[in-house]
Protein backbone atom coordinates (compact mmCIF):
# COMPACT_ATOMS: atom_id res chain seq x y z
CA UNK A 1 0.00 0.00 0.00
CA UNK A 2 1.07 3.50 -1.10
CA UNK A 3 -0.30 6.62 0.62
CA UNK A 4 0.64 10.19 -0.17
CA UNK A 5 -0.44 12.44 2.55
CA UNK A 6 -0.18 16.17 2.49
CA UNK A 7 -1.85 18.29 5.51
CA UNK A 8 -4.58 15.81 5.55
CA UNK A 9 -4.15 15.88 9.81
CA UNK A 10 -7.95 15.39 9.60
CA UNK A 11 -8.13 12.22 7.58
CA UNK A 12 -5.66 10.41 8.92
CA UNK A 13 -7.40 8.73 12.09
CA UNK A 14 -10.51 7.41 9.94
CA UNK A 15 -8.04 6.30 7.12
CA UNK A 16 -5.29 4.01 9.29
CA UNK A 17 -8.68 2.17 10.85
CA UNK A 18 -11.11 1.86 7.92
CA UNK A 19 -7.32 0.92 5.78
CA UNK A 20 -5.86 -1.64 8.39
CA UNK A 21 -9.38 -3.60 9.03
CA UNK A 22 -10.09 -3.68 5.04
CA UNK A 23 -6.70 -5.02 4.78
CA UNK A 24 -6.28 -7.63 7.38
CA UNK A 25 -9.67 -8.85 6.37
CA UNK A 26 -7.68 -9.92 3.01
CA UNK A 27 -5.52 -12.79 4.89
CA UNK A 28 -2.28 -11.38 2.99
CA UNK A 29 0.80 -10.11 4.11
CA UNK A 30 1.05 -6.35 3.83
CA UNK A 31 2.98 -3.63 4.57
CA UNK A 32 1.11 0.28 4.63
CA UNK A 33 3.87 2.76 3.25
CA UNK A 34 3.15 6.35 3.46
CA UNK A 35 4.64 9.49 2.57
CA UNK A 36 4.29 12.32 4.33
CA UNK A 37 4.80 15.19 1.77
CA UNK A 38 5.99 17.91 3.47
CA UNK A 39 3.25 18.54 5.44
CA UNK A 40 3.08 21.48 7.72
CA UNK A 41 0.11 20.19 10.26
CA UNK A 42 0.22 17.27 12.46
CA UNK A 43 0.53 14.81 9.86
CA UNK A 44 3.79 13.57 10.02
CA UNK A 45 3.35 12.80 14.22
CA UNK A 46 -0.16 11.03 13.18
CA UNK A 47 1.83 8.90 10.88
CA UNK A 48 4.81 8.19 12.52
CA UNK A 49 2.20 6.74 15.34
CA UNK A 50 0.67 4.72 13.70
CA UNK A 51 4.62 3.34 12.07
CA UNK A 52 5.27 2.47 15.89
CA UNK A 53 2.44 0.92 16.66
CA UNK A 54 2.46 -1.21 13.67
CA UNK A 55 5.60 -3.28 12.43
CA UNK A 56 3.73 -3.65 8.46
CA UNK A 57 3.86 0.68 7.89
CA UNK A 58 6.89 2.53 7.23
CA UNK A 59 6.71 6.64 6.91
CA UNK A 60 8.28 8.36 4.33
CA UNK A 61 8.98 12.20 5.55
CA UNK A 62 10.08 14.25 2.45
CA UNK A 63 11.63 17.19 2.79
CA UNK A 64 9.72 19.07 1.19
CA UNK A 65 6.59 19.12 -0.43
CA UNK A 66 7.25 17.73 -4.00
CA UNK A 67 3.74 16.89 -4.89
CA UNK A 68 1.18 13.81 -5.01
CA UNK A 69 2.78 12.12 -8.28
CA UNK A 70 6.43 12.65 -6.82
CA UNK A 71 5.35 11.54 -3.07
CA UNK A 72 4.54 8.36 -4.55
CA UNK A 73 7.69 8.01 -6.91
CA UNK A 74 9.32 8.10 -3.34
CA UNK A 75 6.95 5.26 -2.51
CA UNK A 76 7.23 3.12 -5.41
CA UNK A 77 11.37 3.04 -5.12
CA UNK A 78 10.72 1.88 -1.02
CA UNK A 79 8.03 -0.20 -1.82
CA UNK A 80 9.06 -4.42 -1.56
CA UNK A 81 5.15 -6.24 -2.20
CA UNK A 82 4.75 -7.93 -5.21
CA UNK A 83 1.68 -6.02 -5.82
CA UNK A 84 1.65 -2.22 -4.89
CA UNK A 85 -1.67 -0.31 -4.42
CA UNK A 86 -2.03 3.28 -4.56
CA UNK A 87 -4.37 5.50 -2.51
CA UNK A 88 -5.53 8.60 -1.65
CA UNK A 89 -5.28 10.03 1.57
CA UNK A 90 -8.73 11.51 1.78
CA UNK A 91 -10.61 8.74 2.00
CA UNK A 92 -11.98 9.95 -1.42
CA UNK A 93 -11.01 6.43 -2.52
CA UNK A 94 -12.86 3.62 -0.69
CA UNK A 95 -10.13 1.21 0.54
CA UNK A 96 -12.68 -1.25 0.82
CA UNK A 97 -12.68 -1.69 -2.64
CA UNK A 98 -9.29 -2.72 -2.74
CA UNK A 99 -10.35 -6.60 -2.90
CA UNK A 100 -11.60 -5.51 -6.50
CA UNK A 101 -8.22 -4.61 -7.68
CA UNK A 102 -6.29 -7.39 -6.13
CA UNK A 103 -9.20 -9.81 -7.50
CA UNK A 104 -8.18 -8.50 -11.06
CA UNK A 105 -4.71 -8.96 -10.46
CA UNK A 106 -4.98 -12.44 -9.59
CA UNK A 107 -6.30 -12.44 -12.68
CA UNK A 108 -3.17 -12.41 -14.65
CA UNK A 109 -3.53 -8.12 -15.16
CA UNK A 110 0.02 -6.28 -14.84
CA UNK A 111 -2.14 -2.85 -13.45
CA UNK A 112 -5.50 -2.39 -12.85
CA UNK A 113 -6.91 1.01 -12.49
CA UNK A 114 -10.15 2.15 -10.61
CA UNK A 115 -12.89 3.94 -12.59
CA UNK A 116 -14.70 6.69 -10.89
CA UNK A 117 -18.30 5.31 -12.71
CA UNK A 118 -19.45 8.03 -10.05
CA UNK A 119 -17.81 11.01 -9.53
CA UNK A 120 -17.91 13.15 -6.45
CA UNK A 121 -16.31 16.14 -7.22
CA UNK A 122 -17.36 19.45 -8.72
CA UNK A 123 -17.99 20.37 -12.62
CA UNK A 124 -14.98 22.07 -12.15
CA UNK A 125 -12.70 19.63 -11.76
CA UNK A 126 -14.51 16.85 -13.48
CA UNK A 127 -15.05 18.40 -17.04
CA UNK A 128 -11.21 19.07 -17.64
CA UNK A 129 -10.26 15.63 -16.73
CA UNK A 130 -12.97 14.60 -19.46
CA UNK A 131 -11.65 16.20 -22.01
CA UNK A 132 -7.69 15.09 -21.28
CA UNK A 133 -9.12 11.41 -20.18
CA UNK A 134 -10.29 11.59 -23.94
CA UNK A 135 -7.24 12.77 -25.74
CA UNK A 136 -5.05 10.14 -23.67
CA UNK A 137 -7.19 7.38 -24.87
CA UNK A 138 -7.02 9.01 -28.53
CA UNK A 139 -3.35 8.96 -27.78
CA UNK A 140 -2.30 6.09 -26.03
CA UNK A 141 -4.56 3.74 -27.84
CA UNK A 142 -5.67 2.38 -24.39
CA UNK A 143 -8.75 2.29 -23.74
CA UNK A 144 -9.51 3.33 -20.52
CA UNK A 145 -12.27 6.00 -18.88
CA UNK A 146 -10.30 7.12 -15.83
CA UNK A 147 -6.39 8.24 -16.11
CA UNK A 148 -7.42 10.61 -12.78
CA UNK A 149 -8.32 8.04 -10.29
CA UNK A 150 -5.43 7.15 -7.85
CA UNK A 151 -6.93 3.87 -6.34
CA UNK A 152 -4.64 1.53 -8.72
CA UNK A 153 -2.54 -1.96 -8.38
CA UNK A 154 0.38 -2.37 -10.20
CA UNK A 155 2.60 -5.59 -10.10
CA UNK A 156 6.22 -5.45 -9.07
CA UNK A 157 7.78 -5.38 -12.13
CA UNK A 158 5.72 -2.33 -13.19
CA UNK A 159 6.32 -0.44 -10.37
CA UNK A 160 9.35 -1.04 -10.39
CA UNK A 161 9.66 0.17 -14.07
CA UNK A 162 8.20 2.77 -12.99
CA UNK A 163 10.31 3.95 -9.89
CA UNK A 164 13.34 4.13 -12.56
CA UNK A 165 11.50 6.05 -15.11
CA UNK A 166 13.88 9.19 -15.34
CA UNK A 167 10.76 11.69 -16.06
CA UNK A 168 10.54 14.48 -13.82
CA UNK A 169 7.13 15.25 -15.26
CA UNK A 170 5.06 11.93 -15.01
CA UNK A 171 1.82 11.53 -14.73
CA UNK A 172 1.94 7.88 -12.87
CA UNK A 173 -1.54 6.24 -14.42
CA UNK A 174 -0.59 7.16 -17.89
CA UNK A 175 2.75 6.25 -17.27
CA UNK A 176 1.87 2.98 -15.63
CA UNK A 177 -0.23 1.76 -18.91
CA UNK A 178 3.06 2.44 -20.97
CA UNK A 179 5.59 0.15 -18.63
CA UNK A 180 2.43 -2.56 -18.06
CA UNK A 181 1.44 -5.49 -20.68
CA UNK A 182 -2.28 -6.28 -19.33
CA UNK A 183 -4.34 -3.15 -18.50
CA UNK A 184 -7.66 -3.06 -17.14
CA UNK A 185 -10.23 -1.03 -14.87
CA UNK A 186 -12.75 -2.19 -12.31
CA UNK A 187 -15.90 0.51 -11.08
CA UNK A 188 -14.89 1.68 -7.64
CA UNK A 189 -17.03 3.86 -5.33
CA UNK A 190 -15.88 7.11 -4.81
CA UNK A 191 -16.66 9.75 -1.99
CA UNK A 192 -16.42 13.63 -1.44
CA UNK A 193 -13.68 14.37 0.66
CA UNK A 194 -13.80 13.28 4.26
CA UNK A 195 -12.23 16.04 5.61
CA UNK A 196 -9.68 19.01 4.91
CA UNK A 197 -9.49 20.77 1.12
CA UNK A 198 -8.19 19.52 -1.88
CA UNK A 199 -4.87 20.11 -2.35
CA UNK A 200 -5.17 21.39 -6.04
CA UNK A 201 -5.28 24.56 -6.42
CA UNK A 202 -6.34 25.54 -9.97
CA UNK A 203 -2.61 26.44 -10.88
CA UNK A 204 -1.63 22.70 -9.95
CA UNK A 205 -4.55 21.38 -11.72
CA UNK A 206 -3.80 22.99 -15.04
CA UNK A 207 -0.01 22.05 -14.67
CA UNK A 208 -1.27 18.18 -13.70
CA UNK A 209 -3.16 18.57 -16.84
CA UNK A 210 -0.59 19.79 -18.88
CA UNK A 211 1.80 16.90 -17.55
CA UNK A 212 -0.63 14.32 -18.84
CA UNK A 213 -1.22 16.01 -22.09
CA UNK A 214 2.46 16.61 -23.07
CA UNK A 215 4.10 14.14 -21.48
CA UNK A 216 2.30 11.41 -23.74
CA UNK A 217 1.50 13.05 -26.92
CA UNK A 218 2.76 15.34 -29.36
CA UNK A 219 -1.60 15.34 -30.42
CA UNK A 220 -1.34 19.21 -29.43
CA UNK A 221 1.60 19.88 -31.44
CA UNK A 222 -0.15 18.80 -34.23
CA UNK A 223 -3.06 19.73 -33.68
CA UNK A 224 -1.56 23.21 -33.80
CA UNK A 225 0.23 22.21 -36.81
CA UNK A 226 -2.73 21.55 -38.69
CA UNK A 227 -5.07 24.49 -37.53
CA UNK A 228 -1.99 26.42 -39.02
CA UNK A 229 -1.94 25.07 -42.61
CA UNK A 230 -5.64 25.34 -42.53
CA UNK A 231 -5.99 29.47 -41.20
CA UNK A 232 -2.92 29.85 -43.90
CA UNK A 233 -4.44 27.94 -46.77
CA UNK A 234 -7.80 29.91 -45.87
CA UNK A 235 -6.54 33.28 -46.11
CA UNK A 236 -4.35 32.76 -49.15
CA UNK A 237 -7.59 31.66 -50.52
CA UNK A 238 -9.07 34.67 -49.30
CA UNK A 239 -7.05 36.93 -50.25
CA UNK A 240 -6.61 35.26 -54.02
CA UNK A 241 -10.86 35.67 -53.93
CA UNK A 242 -10.12 39.83 -53.42
CA UNK A 243 -7.74 40.26 -55.64
CA UNK A 244 -10.28 38.43 -58.61
CA UNK A 245 -13.13 40.41 -57.24
CA UNK A 246 -11.03 43.92 -58.13
CA UNK A 247 -9.69 42.27 -61.63
CA UNK A 248 -12.93 40.98 -62.62
CA UNK A 249 -16.19 43.18 -60.93
CA UNK A 250 -18.38 42.51 -63.69
CA UNK A 251 -17.99 38.74 -62.46
CA UNK A 252 -18.46 38.79 -59.23
CA UNK A 253 -21.69 41.52 -60.01
CA UNK A 254 -19.90 44.49 -58.51
CA UNK A 255 -19.31 47.69 -59.60
CA UNK A 256 -15.42 49.50 -59.07
CA UNK A 257 -17.77 52.10 -56.56
CA UNK A 258 -19.09 49.89 -54.49
CA UNK A 259 -15.44 47.94 -53.95
CA UNK A 260 -13.98 51.24 -53.47
CA UNK A 261 -17.04 52.01 -50.70
CA UNK A 262 -16.38 48.49 -48.99
CA UNK A 263 -14.08 49.06 -45.79
CA UNK A 264 -12.28 45.58 -46.55
CA UNK A 265 -9.73 46.66 -44.22
CA UNK A 266 -11.56 45.78 -41.13
CA UNK A 267 -11.94 42.22 -42.73
CA UNK A 268 -8.34 42.21 -43.27
CA UNK A 269 -8.03 43.43 -39.62
CA UNK A 270 -10.01 40.51 -38.14
CA UNK A 271 -8.22 37.54 -40.31
CA UNK A 272 -4.72 39.11 -39.01
CA UNK A 273 -5.92 39.15 -35.43
CA UNK A 274 -7.54 34.94 -36.12
CA UNK A 275 -4.16 34.46 -37.42
CA UNK A 276 -2.06 35.92 -34.79
CA UNK A 277 -4.03 34.67 -31.96
CA UNK A 278 -3.80 31.15 -33.49
CA UNK A 279 0.20 31.93 -33.70
CA UNK A 280 0.22 32.79 -30.04
CA UNK A 281 -1.19 29.60 -28.85
CA UNK A 282 0.95 27.59 -31.25
CA UNK A 283 3.98 29.75 -29.12
CA UNK A 284 2.54 29.00 -25.88
CA UNK A 285 2.21 25.24 -26.72
CA UNK A 286 6.18 25.28 -28.18
CA UNK A 287 6.97 26.81 -24.94
CA UNK A 288 5.43 24.31 -22.45
CA UNK A 289 7.50 21.47 -24.43
CA UNK A 290 10.49 23.42 -24.35
CA UNK A 291 9.87 23.85 -20.81
CA UNK A 292 9.23 20.74 -20.02
CA UNK A 293 12.59 19.69 -22.16
CA UNK A 294 14.54 22.14 -19.91
CA UNK A 295 13.04 20.82 -16.42
CA UNK A 296 14.05 16.83 -17.85
CA UNK A 297 17.46 17.74 -18.89
CA UNK A 298 18.41 19.57 -15.66
CA UNK A 299 17.83 16.31 -13.73
CA UNK A 300 17.13 17.72 -10.55
CA UNK A 301 16.02 15.30 -7.74
CA UNK A 302 12.39 14.31 -8.00
CA UNK A 303 11.86 14.22 -4.08
CA UNK A 304 13.73 14.19 -1.32
CA UNK A 305 13.41 11.55 1.66
CA UNK A 306 13.98 13.32 4.87
CA UNK A 307 14.02 9.75 7.10
CA UNK A 308 12.02 6.93 6.67
CA UNK A 309 10.16 5.80 10.50
CA UNK A 310 9.50 2.60 11.21
CA UNK A 311 9.40 0.40 14.66
CA UNK A 312 12.88 -0.36 13.17
CA UNK A 313 13.20 3.36 12.39
CA UNK A 314 15.81 2.50 9.83
CA UNK A 315 17.89 5.94 9.80
CA UNK A 316 18.33 7.17 5.92
CA UNK A 317 21.78 8.45 5.40
CA UNK A 318 20.76 11.50 3.91
CA UNK A 319 23.27 12.12 1.22
CA UNK A 320 22.34 8.21 0.10
CA UNK A 321 18.46 7.99 0.61
CA UNK A 322 18.35 11.03 -1.82
CA UNK A 323 16.63 8.86 -4.64
CA UNK A 324 17.51 11.44 -7.53
CA UNK A 325 16.23 10.83 -11.06
CA UNK A 326 19.65 10.10 -12.13
CA UNK A 327 20.53 7.32 -10.26
CA UNK A 328 17.43 5.82 -11.64
CA UNK A 329 18.16 6.18 -15.00
CA UNK A 330 21.88 5.24 -14.80
CA UNK A 331 20.78 1.67 -15.01
CA UNK A 332 23.11 -0.15 -12.22
CA UNK A 333 21.36 1.91 -9.57
CA UNK A 334 18.24 -0.11 -10.67
CA UNK A 335 19.09 -3.58 -9.11
CA UNK A 336 20.24 -2.79 -5.41
CA UNK A 337 17.47 0.16 -5.21
CA UNK A 338 15.50 -2.56 -2.84
CA UNK A 339 18.08 -4.27 -1.17
CA UNK A 340 19.59 -0.66 -0.13
CA UNK A 341 17.12 -0.20 2.33
CA UNK A 342 17.72 -3.10 4.48
CA UNK A 343 21.49 -2.71 5.15
CA UNK A 344 20.95 0.58 6.68
CA UNK A 345 18.15 -0.60 9.42
CA UNK A 346 19.48 0.00 12.43
CA UNK A 347 18.08 -1.60 15.86
CA UNK A 348 17.14 1.56 17.87
CA UNK A 349 14.01 1.93 19.89
CA UNK A 350 11.36 3.75 18.53
CA UNK A 351 11.28 6.92 19.47
CA UNK A 352 7.93 7.78 21.16
CA UNK A 353 7.30 11.10 20.24
CA UNK A 354 9.17 13.77 17.92
N1 LIG B 1 -1.09 15.16 -2.07
C1 LIG B 1 0.27 15.11 -1.84
N2 LIG B 1 1.04 16.19 -2.18
C2 LIG B 1 0.52 17.31 -2.76
C3 LIG B 1 -0.88 17.33 -3.03
C4 LIG B 1 -1.64 16.23 -2.67
O1 LIG B 1 0.78 14.14 -1.31
O2 LIG B 1 1.25 18.24 -3.04
C5 LIG B 1 -1.93 14.00 -1.69
C6 LIG B 1 -3.09 14.34 -0.78
O3 LIG B 1 -2.71 14.32 0.56
C7 LIG B 1 -4.07 13.25 -1.11
C8 LIG B 1 -3.81 12.98 -2.58
O4 LIG B 1 -2.52 13.49 -2.85
O5 LIG B 1 -3.82 12.07 -0.39
C9 LIG B 1 -4.85 13.61 -3.47
O6 LIG B 1 -4.96 14.98 -3.18
P1 LIG B 1 -6.37 15.70 -3.16
O7 LIG B 1 -7.38 14.83 -2.49
O8 LIG B 1 -6.16 17.05 -2.57
O9 LIG B 1 -6.69 15.83 -4.69
P2 LIG B 1 -8.14 15.82 -5.32
O10 LIG B 1 -8.88 14.66 -4.74
O11 LIG B 1 -8.74 17.12 -4.96
O12 LIG B 1 -7.84 15.63 -6.77
MG1 LIG C 1 -9.09 14.02 -3.03
Redesign the pocket.
Known amino acids: MV??????EL?IPALTSRLFSSLEKLGRTFEVIF?D???RDR?LELLKQAAFSRPNVRVIELAR????H???FAALAASRGEVVVT????L?NPPEEIPKLLAKIDEGYDVVGGWRAKRE?SLF?KIPSRIVNAMIRRATGVMLHDY?C?LRAYRRPVAKRMANASEVTSFIPALANQLAGKVTEVEVAHAA?SA?????PFR??VKLQFDLMTGFSTVPLQGIMGSGVVVATGSVLFGIFLGLRRLFPAFFHVTLEELKAEQGIFTLFALLFFVVGVQFVGIAILGEYVGRIYTEVRRRPRYLVRKVWSQRSEHAEPGEKLSTTTAAAGGNGTSHEGERAPSHEKEKTAEPKA
Do not use: F, H, W
Not at 3 to 8: G, H, L, Q, V
Not at 87 to 90: E, K, N, V, Y
Not at 196 to 200: F, P
Open positions: IPCYNENVDGSTNSGQSAILDADQDRGMRGESKYKL
